[in-house]
């Protein structure tokens, strides 16, 4: 079955950085797009960033652009969501997710069938 974990998560202060992963098994990455939302208390499911299962191109949120970079290890199954110059509105649960249907430039999170459990990014001084 498929099955995504999240990993990485935790606590920092503003400016430093992180490096989230999502171990995925039962599909191979070449074969489906993969994509970072997070969700903050009180705040909606948004769209962080995605890599494309056609050609590899990665899409990002204008609000990390320039400091959040996604990429994927095929061999490794795994995924990467490199976080750089950490904000305080950064802070949310990041989740990866994919699905047959799901496409970086599609309906979003609305076509994602399979997430992981989330990891929680905690940013504040």
């Known amino acids: 079955q498929v099955r995504l974990v999240e990993s990485g998560g935790g606590l920092v202060q503003p400016g430093e950085s992180l490096r989230l992963s999502c171990s995925t098994s039962?599909?191979?990455?070449?074969?489906?797009?993969i994509g970072w939302f997070r969700q903050a208390p009180g705040k909606e499911r948004e769209a962080v960033s995605c890599?494309?299962?056609?050609?590899?191109?990665?899409y990002s949120t204008d609000s990390v652009k320039g400091r959040f970079t996604i990429s994927r290890d095929i061999v490794q199954n795994t995924v990467y969501l490199q976080m750089n110059r950490l904000k305080p509105e950064d802070t949310a649960v990041y989740y990866c997710?994919?699905?047959?249907?799901?496409?970086?430039?599609?309906?979003?999170?609305?076509?994602?069938?399979?997430w992981g459990q989330g990891t929680q990014v905690t940013v504040s001084s």
């Open positions: 997710a994919t699905g047959p249907d799901y496409h970086c430039t599609g309906a979003g999170s609305l076509s994602a069938d399979y």
């Open positions: 890599i494309s299962r056609s050609d590899g191109s990665t």
């Open positions: 039962g599909l191979p990455l070449d074969y489906y797009s």
